[in-house]
Nanobody, 129 residues
Framework: QVQLVESGGGLVQPGGSLRLSCATSGFNLDYYIIAWFRQVPGKEREGISCTSSTDSNTYYADSVKGRFTIVRDNVGNTVYLQMNNLKHEDTAVYYC??????????????????????WGQGTQVTVSS
């Protein structure tokens, strides 16, 4: 069955870095977009990045642009989120997610959690001094 498992979260000081991993199984990663979301208690889940399946395009929310990088490894069935220059406001539970169908467009969907049907369990990122 389809599985996505996040790892790599933890406690980091402001200005520090973390790399999150989203290990996928049960499907061919080549054919699906993968997006990263984050959520803090009491707030809606925020789409922050997406990697396209049909080209090398990547997408970022303004809140993370220039600091986060999404990388897809289709051979290793893993999607990474490199997070640099972390800020207090990056503290959240981070999730990776996949839509039900192939040929879904990152640009029009990655900010909309309802477009994604498969989710990992999440990994906590805490930015604190």
């Amino acid at each position: 069955q389809v599985q996505l498992v996040e790892s790599g979260g933890g406690l980091v000081q402001p200005g520090g870095s973390l790399r999150l991993s989203c290990a996928t199984s049960g499907f061919n990663l080549d054919y699906y977009i993968i997006a990263w979301f984050r959520q803090v208690p009491g707030k809606e889940r925020e789409g922050i990045s997406c990697t396209s399946s049909t080209d090398s395009n990547t997408y970022y929310a303004d809140s993370v642009k220039g600091r986060f990088t999404i990388v897809r490894d289709n051979v290793g069935n893993t999607v990474y989120l490199q997070m640099n220059n972390l800020k207090h406001e990056d503290t959240a539970v981070y999730y990776c997610a996949r839509p039900t169908f192939t040929l879904v467009d990152c640009a029009s969907t990655f900010k909309h959690p309802d477009e994604f049907d498969y989710w990992g369990q999440g990994t906590q990122v805490t930015v604190s001094s």
